[in-house]
């Protein structure tokens, strides 16, 4: 009787794990965004406001990004920070 309890319970957790690997696989499908290139303009006014922080590897930050935006409107008007 345990053999049967054993196998039992073996099923249920390859029931189990079967099921979290196709919630797992369903939330990695989720929505992805689309993924926008950027223009030959829009790197320009990138590089021109953010070049030092670039040439140092640093990220900018939100404020950095924003500022490089607003001079640039033109060319960013489609971008976010």
Do not use: F, Y
């Amino acid at each position: 009787m345990s053999v049967c309890q054993e196998n039992g319970s073996e099923d249920e957790v390859s029931m189990t794990s079967q099921v979290q690997n196709q919630s797992l696989s369903a939330r990695k499908r989720g929505k992805q965004a689309a993924v926008k290139h950027w223009t030959p303009e829009e790197i320009d006014a990138v590089e021109k406001h953010l070049k030092k922080l670039i040439v140092r590897r640093d990220v900018p930050g939100k404020a950095d990004c924003e500022r490089c935006i607003s001079a640039e409107p033109q060319a960013l008007q489609k971008r976010d920070w």
